[in-house]
Every structure is written in structure tokens, then in C-alpha cells.
């Protein structure tokens, strides 16, 4: 099992370009299902079957798992044994007829423009922290790109002359996102002075870092958000992908095309955006007040 889990990394790594965080997260669901598999006493895939898979998302079902990890899982399963089912070390797949759980919609939770405005005058803007962490705010906010993508953000990635940042997608897949004055303002002050502070004997590119000089990390970032949204008066949780989804449906509730906010968010399908078509109440009701003839 471990040479065949070996092989489907380097698939992962080499025909499907995938990036590090998607790598994770399928040896993250192999390796739940191989204890399970052991724990029934199999210790090859080809000795798996639909009953064995069915017996596996019993559990997953019994241990409360949201639908979308389950889905999560048996689609990462599902490649897998698509994979060794192409190479010929297994003559079945048994999570093909695995069916997924249907997910349940729900609106992308963003933040009010107000709701902004406290968490950007959190920082003490004469810090060197102070001056990342507005950064990383107005960079999140203005751009809305993935955490993933800020943590691999290097200082050459950063065009002020035609106001653009160069992102490395999903995929390795690379777009340039415009960047507003807000953001370069705070970018030129951190650059200039706060990163310089942090950087100490360190040498690497990286656009962001931890107090220590080293490059943020994913969880340092989220950390950073939660430290800032306690300094306000503001109740709910935040999270980086919340600024993703605050940008898009802020976009599009002041009339951008969907298309253009796809090309924004690096989305390889339309469909992906179209969550955010929603609108806000205060907008639903400006429209409203607006358009309908006895409002």
C-alpha cells in the first residue's frame, strides 16, 4: 500500500500539477482510510470492496463528519483508485458507485462595509507588526485571494509601477490581480520600513512574515485575523477565506461583471462564482426602494 500511495503522490505532484495544500489533504483521507482497511484486516487496496466502502462510510457517518469532508474524502478515494485502477494494480474501483452526500447550500458569510472599517483601524500603523497586519488586511480585502496564495506572495510578485500582483493559483496556475491604493499605501510602508524590521538576518523573498522574520504560514495568518476582530466590538469569527468572499460579493453587489470577478478569484469554473450572486439586504432594499413602482 505504501508504494502505490507513493506513486499516486508523484501522479499528483507531476501529471496533475496539484499544489501542496490539495497533496495534503488527498494523503491526509488515504491515510484515515489505510487504519481503517488494517482495523479489517486488508492490506492491499485490490482486497477492498463496496461492501468495505460501505462499512467505512458507516463510520464516517457515526463519527458526525460534515457532508462536505465525507464528499471530500470519497472523492480523494475515488482518484486514487482511479489511479491504480489506470496502472493496473487493482481491477475495480469501489468508491465508483460510492455516491455523494448531497451538500447543503449555504450563502458565503462576508462582512458589511462598517463591519470593515473597525477591523481596519485595529493596527498601530508605527509597528512593524501593526504595519504586516494592515497589509495582509487591505491585501486579502483588495485583491481576494486565497490564503494559500498571500503565504506564497514574494516581494517580485509585487508590481507598484502598473499597481498588479502576481498570483500562483490553484494548479500553479498564474494571474495578475490589480491592487488599489489602499493596499499600495500599506504595502510601500511595510516594505519600506516594517518587513525591513522583521526581516532581522533573514534573506528569503517571501512578502510575508512572522515576527521572528521567518515566511507566514497559513495558521499564523488565521491567528493574525482572530487577534485583530478581538480588538473590535465585532462578535462574529473571521476567517481569511471571509475576506475572499467579502471582496467578491462586495464587486458584485456594486455591479461588476461576473465574469471579470471569475477572472478575479482565479476560478476555473463560472459556476464556482456564481455563489456569490446574492445580494445584501441593505442592497436588496436600496434595489427595491429604487425599482418597484409602489415600494
Known amino acids: 500500500m505504501e508504494e502505490h500511495i507513493r506513486l499516486f503522490i508523484e501522479y499528483l505532484q507531476i501529471e496533475k500539477n496539484s499544489s501542496s495544500h490539495t497533496i495534503l489533504n488527498y494523503q491526509k483521507d488515504i491515510e484515515d482510510f489505510v487504519d481503517f482497511t488494517k482495523q479489517q484486516g486488508l492490506d492491499q487496496f485490490a482486497a477492498v470492496s463496496y461492501v468495505h466502502v460501505r462499512h467505512y462510510l458507516t463510520i464516517l457517518h457515526e463519527k458526525e463528519y460534515a457532508r462536505k469532508t465525507v464528499a471530500r474524502k470519497i472523492s480523494s478515494l475515488r482518484s486514487l483508485y482511479r489511479f491504480l485502477l489506470r496502472e493496473e494494480f487493482v481491477s475495480e474501483n469501489p468508491f465508483q458507485m460510492a455516491s455523494l452526500p448531497r451538500k447543503t447550500e449555504r450563502l458565503p458569510k462576508f462582512f458589511y462595509q462598517e463591519e470593515l472599517e473597525e477591523l481596519f483601524k485595529v493596527s498601530d500603523l508605527t509597528t512593524p507588526l501593526g504595519q504586516r497586519n494592515q497589509t495582509l488586511l487591505e491585501i486579502l480585502y483588495g485583491t481576494g485571494i486565497r490564503v494559500s496564495e498571500l503565504c506564497q506572495l514574494t516581494v517580485k510578485d509585487i508590481d507598484t509601477n502598473i499597481e498588479t500582483i502576481l498570483v500562483q493559483g490553484k494548479g500553479r496556475k498564474e494571474r495578475y490581480v490589480p ?13 519600506n520600513d516594517g518587513r525591513k524590521k522583521l526581516m532581522k538576518t533573514h534573506s528569503h523573498d ?6 521572528r522574520g521567518e515566511p507566514l ?6 491567528k493574525i485575523l482572530q487577534k ?21 460579493t462586495h464587486l458584485l453587489n456594486e455591479g461588476a461583471d461576473l465574469r471579470a470577478v471569475q477572472e478575479l478569484l482565479g476560478h ?5 462564482t456564481q455563489i456569490y450572486t446574492h445580494v445584501t439586504k441593505d442592497r436588496l432594499q436600496e434595489l427595491y426602494r429604487s425599482y418597484h413602482p409602489r415600494a
Not at 217 to 222: F, L, N, Q
Request: cysteine-free; aromatic content about 10%; glycine content about 4%.
Open 206 to 211: 517571501k512578502l510575508f512574515v512572522n515576527y
Open 228 to 248: 485583530m476582530i478581538k480588538s473590535t466590538s465585532l462578535t462574529m469569527k473571521i476567517t481569511p477565506h471571509m475576506m475572499r468572499h467579502t471582496f467578491a
Open 268 to 272: 476555473a469554473q463560472l459556476s464556482s
Open 217 to 222: 504560514s497559513h495558521k499564523g495568518v488565521r
Open 179 to 191: 491592487i488599489g491604493s489602499y493596499a499600495l499605501e500599506s504595502l510601500n510602508r511595510y516594505l
